[in-house]
């Protein structure tokens, strides 16, 4: 907890024959604060997101059946708090959580998603951006359901990424306080 500065960590993989055809992702936990991250020294990503987990798809960077060299640069000595004093004889930093490779079927998935009350319309706004080559004839519709109500939109043969913005009025809408801690799924 005293280091101040860079880590390095390196791990040889390999990737099984069975993901070929399947979307490859690198998965990281944590890593406090900022990274960097290359499979066979190709860059995969900058982040400085020391408090959740991201990934990222690295289907092009590695090879079915094949060992490849996963490295990480974790450089601690900015922490981006204005309290530096506290840290200054605590200092932790690295790859805090588990670093993952997975695979997932090709085609459309869901890239980023959230939802957000508009208490004057009583409704919910859900945020939907989808990624990767779709698939004719499969998904071809998308559905959110916020509590019992429901909204259905067909999706558009635009390339991806597409974001959709679905609005779903709450016939019995319960705004959130403090009072009454309402939470929606």
């Not at 695979?103 to 208490?119: E, S």
């Not at 004719?136 to 109500?149: A, H, K, P, Q």
Request: hydrophobic share 35%.
């Amino acid at each position: 907890h005293v280091h101040v500065g860079n880590g390095f960590y390196r791990k040889r993989v390999r990737i099984p024959a069975a993901w070929a055809g399947k979307r490859v992702w690198l998965k990281v936990g944590q890593a406090h604060t900022w990274a960097w991250a290359w499979i066979d020294d190709k860059p995969v990503a900058h982040f400085s997101e020391a408090y959740r987990a991201l990934k990222w798809d690295v289907t092009d960077l590695v090879v079915p059946g094949k060992e490849c060299v996963v490295k990480f640069q974790v450089d601690n000595a900015y922490t981006g708090y204005r309290n530096t004093q506290a840290l200054s004889a605590h200092r932790w930093g690295g790859l805090t959580r588990d670093v993952e490779l997975e695979a997932t079927p090709m085609g459309h998935y869901m890239d980023d998603a959230w939802v957000r009350g508009d208490f004057d319309r009583q409704e919910a706004e859900a945020h939907v951006e989808l990624a990767g080559k779709r698939v004719e004839g499969t998904g071809n519709r998308l559905r959110v359901t916020v509590e019992d109500e429901r909204k259905e939109i067909a999706l558009r043969s635009t390339p991806t990424p597409s974001t959709y913005t679905l609005k779903i009025p709450l016939q019995h809408f319960r705004p959130w306080s403090p009072e009454s801690p309402n939470l929606y799924t």
